[in-house]
């Protein structure tokens, strides 16, 4: 370890433990975890807090088996995944496992090979855990809280690498929404090459990824349509810089609905999916791009080809970012240009509450639990 003083780090922390794939149940508070020592490369964090991602509670539920075909939100997904793999990246997950990759800490200690000049600084986690003799290889990827463990506790160590210090009068609890939701949405953005020139749909757009897509849409100087509930269009309105357009995500007839309108939509930001998933092809303009990072309505959808191949579109898919595009969100929330929405926050020991009203998905943003009193 560094020189840095552990006196005040104690032996065993607090955590919620993943025992298995299945219901909330699963979620186990446990109060004698051993604080985890860091390895060579690696920082131990005190965690101020985590904030919750469809990841965590789609490994949960069991929902990344092939075998499943229900929505997010289905709570047989465990019954109908049987002994199928059930890993975000097609593997069977190894339990037990402290899930939570949105870490917002501090660093209270290194590892011997570590950068020093992270101790006592205030930390944010990129989620991507890489093989750094070969840092954008896709096959060399795991995930924070899925190939190790996460920020669902008191402490967790992470290669020092991964950590990125944030200069922010912004609470940590706010911060720790950041993470997987806007380093997704900003991946999106960088794979569908959006410009100012273009006019972007972001459904689902009052989650915390579709929320963080109108933001850093708009921050490129692009034109946003954001369907979302009617309900949540004020929220969604007050954000700064906010959408151009807010659709009512009920409305029967989508591309009608798009097409009543003077925008003609060149880029879909798509994490629904679901049965309206074919209108989103039926709006884009031609050579339109197509990018999506999440099927939370359902991952089966009915193609009509017709519309790929005689309007040119090109499709994309979005999970494993580089490593820069997580440090650029950070710079962007230091320098004021887009700000993270907090929806609500919960202690860390009321985790199965929070993933409930996650689930639930009335809020707008993101929701957080608090894992230790500072920060």
């Known amino acids: 370890l560094s020189t840095m003083s552990t006196a005040g780090v104690p032996e065993v922390m607090k955590a919620m433990v993943l025992v298995g794939h299945g219901g909330l149940d699963k979620l186990v508070l446990k109060e004698d975890v051993p604080v985890p020592k860091p390895g060579p490369t690696e920082a131990l964090v005190k965690v101020h807090a985590c904030g919750l ?39 069977a997950f190894q339990f037990p496992r402290i899930q939570g990759a949105d870490i917002a800490g501090t660093v209270v200690a290194v590892g011997a090979d570590a950068d020093g000049v992270l ?111 009617k309900s949540k269009h004020d929220r969604l309105a007050a954000m700064v810089p906010a959408a151009d357009l807010l659709i009512d995500r009920s409305v029967e007839d989508l591309a009608a609905a798009v097409a009543d309108t003077p925008f003609k939509v060149t880029v879909v930001a798509d994490v629904v999916g679901g049965p309206a998933w074919p209108q989103l092809l039926s709006i884009l303009q031609r050579r339109g791009r197509y990018v999506c990072s999440g099927a939370i309505a359902g991952p089966v959808v009915q193609l009509d080809l017709r519309d790929l191949y005689l309007k040119d579109l090109t499709l ?48 707008v943003g993101n929701i957080a639990v608090v894992c230790s009193g500072d920060g």
């Not at 092939?66 to 709570?75: H, K, M, Y």
């Not at 240009?337 to 689930?359: G, I, K, N």
């Open 53 to 91: 991602n469809n990841t965590d509670v789609n490994i949960r539920t069991g929902w990344y088996a092939r075998s499943v075909t229900t929505d997010t939100a289905s709570a047989v997904a465990a019954e109908e995944a049987g002994e199928d793999p059930a890993g975000w990246g097609g593997q």
């Open 119 to 229: 101790l006592g600084r205030r930390v944010l986690a990129d989620t991507w855990l890489r093989d750094w003799d070969d840092p954008l290889n896709p096959e060399k990827m795991g995930y924070v809280g899925s190939e190790a463990d996460g920020g669902f506790a008191e402490y967790t160590c992470i290669d020092y690498r991964n950590l990125v210090s944030v200069e922010s009068e912004l609470p940590s609890v706010a911060l720790a929404t950041l993470s997987c939701s806007w380093s997704t949405a900003e991946g999106m953005l960088v794979r569908a090459d959006v410009g100012r020139e273009d006019t972007v749909l972001v459904t689902g757009a009052s989650g915390g990824v579709g929320s963080a897509l109108v933001q850093l849409a708009k921050r490129r100087g692009a034109k946003v349509l954001a369907v979302a509930s």
């Open 316 to 363: 994309l898919g979005s999970t494993v970012v580089a490593p820069h595009v997580f440090r650029d969100v950070v710079r962007y929330v230091e320098r004021g240009e887009v700000a993270p929405l907090l929806a609500a926050s919960f202690p860390l020991e009321e985790l199965r509450d929070a993933q409930t009203a996650f689930v639930d998905k009335k809020h």
